[in-house]
């Protein structure tokens, strides 16, 4: 048969809240350690979706201003191509002259509700 153990030592209510500080001193730093990773990681996230979001806002940004410029220089050369002084269109007149002629030509509407067009060349 089997022999009884020996008693083993007693275990008195003062050494039970000993050992359970000692077990309180040994988890309290993994647990620090634990929840400290958990935060960085939820910082890290968080930055990252911060920094992603302040680099879209700055490429529309740029997008935005390189397409308002493109359209000013196109809008430029258009201008200046119709009202250059030098050339002269179908009539004999400059585009400012053409320009004006446009302005104050009256415009008719046929049955169909078509617009009359005014013929301009550039």
């Known amino acids: 048969m089997s022999t009884p153990l020996p008693p083993g030592p007693a275990r008195t209510p003062q050494s039970q ?10 988890l309290l730093p993994i647990l620090i350690a634990v929840i400290g990773y958990f ?11 911060e920094n992603n ?5 700055q490429l529309v940004s740029q997008r935005e201003q390189s397409d308002s410029q493109l359209r000013t220089e196109m809008f430029k050369a258009v201008i200046e191509k119709f009202l250059s002084g030098g050339k002269t269109g179908e009539r004999g007149e400059t585009g ?7 302005q104050k030509q ?5 049955p169909q ?3 009359d067009c005014v013929g301009i060349e550039l």
Do not use: C, I, M
């Open 113 to 115: 509700g078509n617009h």
């Open 17 to 26: 809240s000993l050992l359970l500080e000692w077990t309180k001193l040994a």
């Open 39 to 49: 935060f960085t990681s939820w910082q890290k996230a968080r930055d990252d979706t």
């Open 96 to 102: 400012a002259a053409r320009l004006e002629r446009a």
């Open 106 to 110: 009256p415009r008719s509407h046929g």
């Open 53 to 57: 979001v302040r680099l879209y806002t």
